[in-house]
């Protein structure tokens, strides 16, 4: 059950980090280039969820255990 709730956390945190990098896309209407627009969203801690939200689940999922993670 715990690994269950971890999982989704992650999974949470990262669905809502992209959310945040698509809205995220209008920076390039306003003239920002895409070097510009990678640096910006590395630097925003709301986009960094996004990598610890993946690494939450790929941690989960392939760590070994008593019980086993099916959704």
Same mark, same amino acid.
């Given at each position: 059950?715990?690994?269950?709730?971890?999982?989704?956390?992650?999974?949470?945190?990262?669905?809502?980090?992209?959310?945040? +990098? +698509?809205?995220? /896309?209008? /920076?390039?209407?306003?003239?920002?280039?895409?070097? @510009?627009?990678?640096?910006?969203?590395?630097?925003?801690? @709301?986009?960094?969820?996004?990598?610890?939200?993946?690494?939450?689940?790929?941690?989960?999922?392939?760590?070994?255990?008593?019980? @086993?993670?099916?959704?």
């Amino acid at each position: 059950m715990f690994k269950t709730f971890l999982f989704l956390f992650g999974f949470g945190l990262t669905i809502i980090s992209l959310s945040y +990098i +698509i809205m995220y /896309l209008n /920076l390039l209407t306003l003239g920002y280039n895409f070097l @510009e627009y990678v640096n910006f969203i590395s630097r925003r801690f @709301e986009c960094m969820n996004f990598f610890i939200g993946t690494l939450l689940m790929l941690i989960i999922y392939f760590l070994g255990g008593k019980y @086993e993670l099916y959704l």
